[in-house]
């Protein structure tokens, strides 16, 4: 009876020193930092994701009348005029394709769970008195 020749083993390979790339991050000119209270957004026709980031605040009066005193505005105003309910202003709107969308989704999420961790850590130190 004929013997099974063994499959060969697979050739071992060098270990090759992993590829790197290097990214230099530089502010454009229009750079400026916003506060986000929330978001909203849609898909697009093309199929990408657009996200609308919004701040949330009171509505700036339109007008207000206050009176003077000693050629000084006195305290609070007399009458105000303004918008009833929240503004949500708009600050920028960013466009996604589903990968990146993914991507950035999941170090948002990274990111949270660092910040509640690196919370709770302080406070338990700040309770301790140390």
Known sequence: MPTKKKPKAPAKRKAEKPA??????????????????????????????????????????????????????????????????IVREIDVAAVFRPSAARRVGQWLIDKADEAQRLTEQAKRVQDRGE
């Open 20 to 85: 790197t790339v290097t990214f230099h991050y530089i502010k454009s000119p229009q750079h400026r930092t916003i506060h986000v209270d929330g978001a909203y957004g849609s898909v697009t026709p093309q199929g990408a994701i657009l996200v609308c980031f919004f701040n949330e605040r009171f509505p700036i009066p339109r007008e207000t009348t206050h009176d003077v005193l000693d050629g000084n505005v006195a305290g609070e105003p007399r009458s105000r005029e303004s918008k009833e309910g």
